[in-house]
């Protein structure tokens, strides 16, 4: 299946990491100020969505999604909704963090939303990778110096992290707790992680 790669505004420092994230076949969706990223990616828009408060509209040959600058969504969000209505169950996040950490935080309820749908998706920036944990689990080899989890989902139950420094065994996560930080997963040894209820934050550091 296709991934649809939604590039937001956010500074992005170490190009040349994330572009080694990226796909031949990704469909590449831009959004406002991450037009600007558009050079450095070195991968045209296949559709560009924005009400253009950022950046002006490049008037390019992609097909090109206009929005009021009045909104409930942001211009990701709006993006990403229209990926999933065109059917795409797979997706990359990439300047979405950083900068104004109002729209970081939007970004993150963005990747909620996307595993409420479903969907598999990944936000990277320059240091990390995020995405949601829920019963499905995830894993974190050991080429990842640290790991963090954060409950922000109501209730996480039942959390269990096996292959690692600080191992959890049928734990509860409260919102309100940093019990899940800086974790590191054993060498030679890949950590796994599962909440038997509710949903994860998994930030996989890349580098220090």
Avoid: W
């Amino acid at each position: 299946m296709k991934r649809a790669v939604i590039v937001g505004g956010a500074p992005i420092g170490r190009i040349g990491s994330i572009r080694s994230y990226l796909r031949a076949d990704d469909t590449m969706i831009y959004c406002d100020g991450g037009l600007r990223h558009v050079a450095a990616l070195g991968r045209k828009a296949d559709l560009i969505v924005g009400d253009f408060d950022s950046h002006e509209n490049p008037h390019a040959a992609a097909e090109t999604i206009v929005l009021p600058h009045e909104k409930d969504d942001t211009d990701s969000y709006y993006a990403a909704k229209e990926a999933l209505r065109r059917g795409y169950r797979d997706f990359l996040l990439l300047g979405a963090s950083g900068a104004r950490l109002d729209h970081t935080l939007g970004n993150l309820a963005l990747l909620l939303m996307l595993d409420g749908a479903g969907a598999n998706a990944l936000l990277v920036d320059d240091y990390a990778e995020m995405e949601i944990v829920s019963q499905k689990g995830a894993r974190v080899s050991d080429r990842y110096p640290y790991f963090s989890l954060f409950n922000l989902d109501g209730s996480a139950r039942a959390v269990t992290v096996t292959g690692a420094k600080y191992p959890l065994h049928d734990a509860a996560l409260p919102c309100d707790s940093s019990l899940g930080v800086s974790n590191e997963p054993l060498p030679g040894q890949t950590a796994e992680i599962r909440a038997g209820e509710g949903r994860l934050l998994l930030i996989r550091v890349r580098e220090e």
